[in-house]
């Protein structure tokens, strides 16, 4: 998965660079370089339109073929437990379900990864289209400003602060420059501050899971959704493919999260993909998870995988079966990111824990799960 991720990132850093170097570096705006400043702006524009193609030909070729990677993989997991039924075939059900979560990850305008990548590089779009403004404004005030200081500055008796204030009358009197650049500002608009702007095209502000805005430089945000569309490809491929084998249950992956978050309350745990195994089992559905289910934040390492009980060891079952606490379930991330930080962390966990130690079986769906395991064994 890595490597298609990577071309997707080394894309994006190749407009970063084209972004940064010719457009940064430059820019000049005094009075002969005006049709450059202009020339280099289209072109911004030019180099963001070329991606935004370069990126929906990477999502339509990479994520439908990691999402059939996926289903292999679950097969080759069924087929070694001995739980591939050979009777099973592609339906047409089966084919509508699978297009129609590929075409989710990929195009979904709110959440697939055209959209999410769309919704970026226009956000760029626009502060393009706000610096092409500010250098119309100024060029507008350079000329305005030759004007003014040629009709006021000839007039006999009137000093410099005389000659400063009719200018500035004159530049807030004029409906673009007072509509387009905050009043206040009006004196300090120049290339200056159009080229800190510049400066700042190649980065874009995304909410962070504890509230307020993370600035990242756009290549890094094109390797944080695909990462993210990727790994959820991955999840919704097999849940299809274990559903379709009649396999009810997945368990959430016992690696380490990078960070110490909410992660911990759900590693190990097991989760139901139907309403009939969650009232069996006494686990909870995997909706209920934040985000619907791994990975359930952008930098979350953690994968479902299909848990057949019949061939799990007893601890591994005891600790699956445990429920993660019910403050935990039916919130988005960020809401029980804040809880388990508010609730001490880690030790959340730990308590957790201690608790499904002594109560974790005593349920009616879990209690009836023991009993026919130990009359089978």
């Known amino acids: 998965m890595a490597e298609p991720i990577d071309s997707l990132v080394r894309i994006y850093r190749d407009a970063v660079k084209s972004l940064s170097r010719d457009l940064v570096a430059g820019i000049d705006l005094e009075l002969g370089g005006r049709a450059r400043t202009f020339a280099l702006i289209q072109r911004s524009l030019q180099i963001l339109r070329e991606l935004d193609k370069k990126t929906e030909i990477w999502a339509l070729r990479h994520i439908p073929q990691i999402y059939r990677t996926a289903q292999k993989d679950t097969i080759r997991q069924l087929r070694r437990f001995g739980l591939l039924r050979r009777d099973v075939r592609a339906s047409r059900a089966s084919l509508v379900i699978n297009r129609t979560a590929i075409e989710a990850l990929v195009s979904n305008p709110d959440s697939g ?24 404004v100024l060029r507008q005030q350079q000329r305005v400003i030759n004007e003014t200081i040629a009709r006021v500055g000839i007039l006999e008796g009137q000093n410099l602060n005389e000659v400063r204030d009719a200018l500035v009358d004159e530049l807030v009197s004029l409906k673009d420059s007072s509509d387009l650049v905050w009043r206040p500002k009006l004196r300090s608009l120049g290339s200056g501050n159009i080229l800190r702007n ?3 095209l190649p980065f874009v502000r995304i909410p962070t899971a504890v509230g307020g805005e ?19 490809a991955v999840t919704l491929a097999r849940r299809s493919k274990l559903l379709q084998h009649d396999q009810q249950l997945v368990k959430i992956t ?3 999260p990078l960070q110490d978050d909410a992660c911990w309350l759900y590693i190990g745990k097991v989760f139901a993909l139907t309403r009939a195994a969650s009232e069996e089992f006494g686990v909870p559905h995997v909706n209920q998870l934040p985000s619907g289910g791994t990975p359930f934040h952008p930098n979350c390492t953690h994968n479902e995988v299909g848990f057949f009980i019949e061939n799990a060891p007893e601890e591994v079952i005891k600790l699956g079966l445990q429920r993660p606490p019910e403050w935990a379930l039916n ?22 824990n201690r608790a499904g130690s002594r109560f974790g079986l005593e349920t009616g769906g879990r209690q009836r799960r023991r009993a026919q395991l130990e009359a089978a064994g």
Do not use: C
């Open 198 to 200: 510049m400066a700042d």
């Open 214 to 232: 993370r600035h990242l430089r756009v290549d890094d945000y094109a390797s944080l959704v695909a990462r993210t569309k990727t790994r959820q």
């Open 113 to 136: 990864f055209l959209g999410l990548m769309g919704k970026a590089t226009q956000e760029i779009k626009n502060r393009v289209k706000t610096i092409q403004t500010q250098a119309k």
């Open 254 to 256: 016992l690696n380490k």
């Open 331 to 352: 919130r988005t991330w960020p809401q029980v990111e804040k809880e388990f930080r508010g609730r001490g962390g880690i030790l959340v966990v730990k308590d957790v």
